[in-house]
């Protein structure tokens, strides 16, 4: 089946520094991934949609400034946090559905990355 | 935008029980509801989906039911095991090729 991967799987950074989390996907091509950020214990909120060859789209309250999100490739997409504060420590997890080739649309969520900001 | 909502949010039942898990929808453009199994530290893994032009879907131990009409959609888990505790998400959307909202989660806990 396919699968979607995220790199690195934790990450400590300090303060300020800006820190780069990849998602890929490993045996389809996917023009769209989300990304959501995912706090302890609270649901999974979507922050953005990465299209391919074209900018992201944010939901309402994500800085776009502050996360970077590029989808250069049809098998890659990076968010970056720019200048980094401990709130922004959290799971972050991608999403890519398939498309081309398969008979029905299926979505599969990478396994997350943590991130702490100390 | 779209609001799920979900309920309970936290559920203990004994192992052989079943477990019932509600949730309830805003946008009736949503057409796709999946329901996501979470393990501590790791993705949501999807178990079960169901589209709108369908009313009920079974898998195994797991069967999910919709009501388009009441915007109500329910997970049943029949003959718990102890791996089946985890956070789990209903959630819907669009298709299944788009964005997911998710529900708050409910955390199954299955006393063996």
């Known amino acids: 089946g396919a699968v979607v991967s995220q790199h690195p799987s934790r990450v400590i950074c300090k303060s300020g520094t800006s820190v780069k989390i990849e998602c890929r996907s490993l045996?389809?091509?996917?023009?769209?991934m989300f990304w959501y950020r995912q706090f302890p214990k609270q649901s999974l909120m979507l922050m953005a949609t990465?299209?391919?060859?074209?900018?992201?789209?944010?939901e309402q309250g994500v800085e776009k400034d502050k996360f970077l999100i590029n989808h250069a490739s049809l098998t890659l997409s990076t968010l970056t946090v720019t200048s980094a504060h401990p709130e922004d420590s959290s799971f972050y997890i991608c999403?890519?559905?398939?498309?081309?080739?398969?008979?029905?649309?299926?979505?599969?969520f990478g396994p997350g990355t943590r991130l702490t900001v100390t | 935008g779209e609001n799920v909502e979900q309920h309970p949010s936290t559920l203990s039942v004994q192992e052989g029980d079943s477990a019932v898990i509600k949730c309830t929808y805003s946008?009736?453009?949503?057409?796709?509801f999946p329901w996501y199994k979470q393990e501590l530290g790791k993705g949501p893994q999807l178990i079960i989906d169901i589209r709108s032009n369908v009313g009920e879907k079974k898998d195994q131990r797991i069967a999910v039911t919709l009501n388009k009409t009441a915007k109500h959609f329910s997970l049943h888990i029949t003959e718990t095991q102890p791996e089946d505790s985890a956070v789990y998400f209903c959630a819907a959307s669009m298709a299944s090729y788009d964005k997911v909202i998710f529900g708050p989660g409910t955390s199954l806990s299955v006393i063996p």
């Open positions: 045996d389809f091509q996917a023009t769209t």
């Open positions: 946008d009736s453009a949503s057409n796709y």
């Open positions: 999403s890519a559905p398939t498309s081309g080739g398969y008979k029905t649309y299926e979505q599969y």
């Open positions: 990465s299209n391919e060859g074209s900018k992201a789209t944010y």
